[in-house]
């Protein structure tokens, strides 16, 4: 029987997701569901709405076998990169299958995207070039050059490279072949309200879900969550676990951005171009956190750009650095949680994955301790630093503690 891998932020277990196991499940009839997800920060460069524990707990009790947690590298970055680091782990903890939702469904036409993004022709470059000269954010460009190359600019390929899963499910492809990996590639048509779609029903998108969270309306929740999410969820939001907000780090960002030098700014990942100066300048023009954004975001760097460089800056993640961890690939496979089946698989995975699986905080503590300097080392450091960071955006100051990755256990859970 087969591994099936997904990808996913989670943020928090919606029906979506649900649905989307329970097909999983029904077509593929796999041993077990294998899940990547992202820990404290996710690929738009916010904060998740509630921590990467509670998150596991959700998945487990909605059906998923194994959560296995992207590391920050990967998880705060542009779709092929989220994807490259995604699906390289599952390949390594021994998945057959890569599935997810796509507004398609049909893996034709994002398999043709992919193909042309592997193996870029020198129109296609000059397109986005062009593009690119227009002052188009790089994801617009791209689009526009791929229509230009094949010759179609109707409104069902716009509407194609617009939707987020496609998106996101075109880099899988891309990855796969690119890198040539032993996934086989299943998608899904996504089921329910689209993916910035704020609307509540039976099959609301995560940003309706979080938006009624932030607004306090916990009352329209039931309707979008299964029962054990929605409970899980109450719990975090009554215990002051969440939710957290960007906002949260307003402070930190404007400070550091006024105590730091251009030239380090200029060493920061993808702050390049003279951005450096206008995050300077923004950072003393802004009072708020809204305000700086705003301040820095253009035509061609969109809010979740913005975000992800601030987040950058905050944590100082070089360009150099960057390279470094994109050239390793994901160095360990780190556990937060399993199901009675994901337990069966889980020697599996250690037997086969060539990479140390971190289930305790002591395996955790010793690969940094580590006096050897090592690619992994420091991947796994920036992992705790985010966790260390999003403590601090909990709602109550009793769960603001630093160290979470030390003690908090592996989630031993199934559903409720």
Same mark, same amino acid.
């Given at each position: 029987?087969?591994?099936?891998?997904?990808?996913?932020?989670?943020?928090?277990?919606?029906?979506?997701?649900?649905?989307?196991?329970?097909?999983?499940?029904?077509?593929?009839?796999?041993?077990?569901?294998?899940?990547?997800?992202?820990?404290?920060?996710?690929?738009?460069?916010?904060?998740?709405?509630?921590?990467?524990?509670?998150?596991?707990?959700?998945?487990?009790?909605?059906?998923?076998?194994?959560?296995?947690?992207?590391?920050?590298?990967?998880?705060?970055?542009?779709?092929?990169?989220?994807?490259?680091?995604?699906?390289?782990?599952?390949?390594?903890?021994?998945?057959?299958?890569?599935?997810?939702?796509?507004?398609?469904?049909?893996?034709?036409?994002?398999?043709?995207?992919?193909?042309?993004?592997?193996?870029?022709?020198?129109?296609?470059?000059?397109?986005?070039?062009?593009?690119?000269?227009?002052?188009?954010?790089?994801?617009?460009?791209?689009?526009?050059?791929?229509?230009?190359?094949?010759?179609?600019?109707?409104?069902?390929?716009?509407?194609?490279?617009?939707?987020?899963?496609?998106?996101?499910?075109?880099?899988?492809?891309?990855?796969?072949?690119?890198?040539?990996?032993?996934?086989?590639?299943?998608?899904?048509?996504?089921?329910?309200?689209?993916?910035?779609?704020?609307?509540?029903?039976?099959?609301?998108?995560?940003?309706?879900?979080?938006?009624?969270?932030?607004?306090?309306?916990?009352?329209?929740?039931?309707?979008?969550?299964?029962?054990?999410?929605?409970? %899980? +969820? &109450?719990?975090?939001?009554?215990?002051?676990?969440? $939710?957290? =907000?960007?906002? /949260?780090?307003?402070? !930190?960002?404007?400070?550091?951005?006024?105590?730091?030098?251009?030239e380090s700014l200029q060493g920061i990942y993808e702050i390049s171009e003279g951005l450096e100066n206008r995050f300077l300048l923004a950072a003393q023009q802004s009072g708020t956190l809204a305000?700086?954004?705003?301040?820095?975001?253009?035509?061609?760097?969109?809010?979740?750009?913005?975000?992800?460089?601030?987040?950058?800056?905050?944590?100082?993640?070089?360009?150099?650095?960057?390279?470094?961890?994109?050239?390793?690939?994901?160095?360990?496979?780190?556990?937060?949680?399993?199901?009675?089946?994901?337990?069966? %698989? +889980? &020697?599996?995975?250690?037997?086969?994955?060539?990479? $140390?699986? =971190?289930?305790? /905080?002591?395996?955790? !503590?010793?690969?940094?301790?580590?006096?050897?300097?090592?690619?992994?080392?420091?991947?796994?450091?920036?992992?705790?630093?985010?966790?260390?960071?999003?403590?601090?955006?909990?709602?109550?100051?009793?769960?603001?503690?630093?160290?979470?990755?030390?003690?908090?256990?592996?989630?031993?859970?199934?559903?409720?």
């Open positions: 029987m087969s591994l099936v891998g997904i990808v996913a932020e989670f943020n928090p277990f919606h029906n979506g997701h649900r649905w989307l196991v329970n097909e999983i499940r029904h077509r593929l009839q796999p041993e077990a569901v294998v899940c990547v997800m992202s820990g404290p920060f996710v690929q738009r460069g916010e904060p998740a709405i509630c921590d990467k524990w509670s998150r596991t707990r959700m998945a487990l009790a909605g059906g998923v076998d194994l959560v296995l947690e992207l590391p920050f590298c990967f998880a705060a970055r542009s779709a092929y990169y989220f994807a490259q680091g995604a699906l390289l782990t599952l390949q390594k903890a021994g998945a057959d299958y890569v599935a997810f939702g796509s507004e398609t469904g049909d893996l034709t036409p994002l398999s043709e995207i992919a193909r042309l993004l592997t193996h870029e022709t020198a129109a296609f470059q000059q397109e986005l070039k062009s593009s690119l000269a227009k002052g188009l954010s790089y994801p617009a460009a791209r689009a526009d050059a791929i229509k230009a190359v094949i010759g179609d600019n109707s409104p069902e390929i716009t509407q194609l490279l617009s939707s987020p899963n496609n998106i996101l499910g075109i880099e899988y492809l891309h990855v796969i072949r690119k890198l040539g990996l032993n996934l086989k590639p299943f998608t899904i048509a996504r089921r329910g309200a689209g993916y910035h779609d704020s609307e509540m029903n039976e099959l609301a998108s995560a940003t309706a879900i979080r938006q009624a969270i932030y607004q306090g309306r916990i009352d329209r929740l039931p309707c979008g969550l299964p029962e054990s999410s929605l409970h %899980i +969820l &109450q719990e975090e939001i009554s215990s002051g676990r969440a $939710p957290t =907000l960007l906002d /949260g780090l307003e402070s !930190a960002l404007l400070s550091q951005l006024r105590l730091v030098s251009a305000a700086l954004r705003g301040t820095i975001k253009s035509k061609r760097y969109n809010l979740t750009r913005v975000n992800r460089m601030l987040l950058y800056s905050l944590f100082s993640v070089s360009k150099s650095q960057m390279a470094r961890f994109d050239k390793a690939g994901p160095q360990y496979i780190r556990l937060l949680g399993f199901s009675s089946q994901g337990r069966k %698989i +889980l &020697q599996k995975v250690k037997i086969n994955s060539g990479l $140390p699986v =971190l289930s305790t /905080g002591s395996q955790v !503590a010793a690969v940094l301790k580590n006096p050897v300097e090592n690619i992994g080392r420091e991947m796994l450091a920036l992992d705790v630093k985010a966790s260390d960071i999003f403590s601090l955006l909990s709602p109550h100051p009793l769960h603001r503690q630093g160290g979470q990755d030390y003690y908090r256990q592996v989630v031993e859970s199934g559903p409720l």
